[in-house]
């Protein structure tokens, strides 16, 4: 049963089928993304999206089914599940539950709001993954900072993960790509080379303080010609 309903709700593959949740009978805008079929309200589109909302407004030749059941607007190169989410997020109250989204599902949805410039989408899902402090949200900060080509949240995102000085499992290593592994990596390495490098200053400064002021073999002087017991080294 849980299989056959998987299936049911795994839009990649299987025939084009109306979504089983956000398909309205009242909606205005019918659009296909893979092989889920959504039927909509037009204006919430054009709300938080401006590219929609400019192509939207296009007046229709007469005759265009573009947009109807006959005729969906197809989104192509987009995922279902992430529509499923933004769509979910904009019908439901999401953003006022703190928490409600993980990160994951945040970066889900990210790469469409910011395809289809939903700015006000896009801003606050970055902020929510900027005040993460665990290593997986930094992690997903990384990822946000290349969805959106942000080299100011990049960095933040690089500093706080190397203030860290932990090291990143294989998955977050996939996940960031080689240039922050490395970044991360190296700073480790630095950070080690330093401490043995003062160790060994450290010894040598002792070493050479016991050569240059040794004790005075009559006493317990540390000079060359000792005042103590008035005998020279």
């Given at each position: 049963?849980?299989?056959?309903?998987?299936?049911?709700?795994?839009?990649?593959?299987?025939?084009?089928?109306?979504?089983?949740?956000?398909?309205?009978?009242?909606?205005?805008?019918?659009?296909?993304?893979?092989?889920?079929?959504?039927?909509?309200?037009?204006?919430?589109?054009?709300?938080?999206?401006?590219?929609?909302?400019?192509?939207?407004?296009?007046?229709?030749?007469?005759?265009n089914k573009d947009g109807t059941d006959e005729r969906p607007l197809v989104m192509s190169g987009d995922?279902?599940?992430?529509?499923?989410?933004?769509?979910?997020?904009?019908?439901?109250?999401?953003?006022?539950?703190?928490?409600?989204?993980?990160?994951?599902?945040?970066?889900?949805?990210?790469?469409?709001?910011?395809?289809?410039?939903?700015?006000?989408?896009?801003?606050?899902?970055?902020?929510?993954?900027?005040?993460?402090?665990?290593?997986?949200?930094?992690?997903?900060?990384?990822?946000?900072?290349?969805?959106?080509?942000?080299?100011?949240?990049?960095?933040?995102?690089?500093?706080?993960?190397?203030?860290?000085?932990?090291?990143?499992?294989?998955?977050?290593?996939?996940?960031?790509?080689?240039?922050?592994?490395?970044?991360?990596?190296?700073?480790?390495?630095?950070?080690?080379?330093?401490?043995v490098t003062s160790d060994l200053e450290a010894k040598h400064s002792k070493a050479l303080a016991?050569?240059?002021?040794?004790?005075?073999?009559?006493?317990?002087?540390?000079?060359?010609?000792?005042?103590?017991?008035?005998?020279?080294?």
């Amino acid at each position: 049963m849980e299989d056959a309903q998987s299936s049911a709700t795994d839009y990649a593959c299987g025939p084009p089928r109306r979504h089983h949740s956000l398909y309205f009978e009242d909606g205005t805008l019918v659009m296909q993304v893979e092989n889920a079929v959504f039927k909509i309200q037009r204006s919430l589109l054009a709300r938080y999206s401006t590219a929609l909302r400019d192509m939207l407004s296009v007046p229709s030749v007469e005759g265009n089914k573009d947009g109807t059941d006959e005729r969906p607007l197809v989104m192509s190169g987009d995922s279902a599940a992430s529509w499923e989410l933004l769509l979910g997020l904009q019908y439901d109250i999401t953003r006022n539950r703190p928490g409600a989204l993980k990160g994951e599902e945040m970066l889900t949805i990210l790469p469409i709001a910011h395809k289809y410039c939903m700015d006000e989408i896009e801003v606050w899902i970055v902020e929510q993954l900027k005040v993460t402090s665990s290593y997986d949200g930094l992690v997903d900060l990384i990822v946000a900072s290349r969805i959106v080509d942000s080299d100011e949240l990049y960095q933040d995102g690089l500093q706080r993960l190397l203030s860290t000085k932990s090291s990143p499992t294989l998955h977050q290593a996939k996940r960031m790509g080689v240039e922050v592994t490395h970044a991360i990596m190296k700073a480790a390495a630095d950070a080690a080379i330093a401490n043995v490098t003062s160790d060994l200053e450290a010894k040598h400064s002792k070493a050479l303080a016991a050569v240059v002021n040794p004790k005075c073999r009559n006493c317990h002087g540390q000079n060359w010609f000792c005042g103590n017991c008035s005998h020279g080294m």
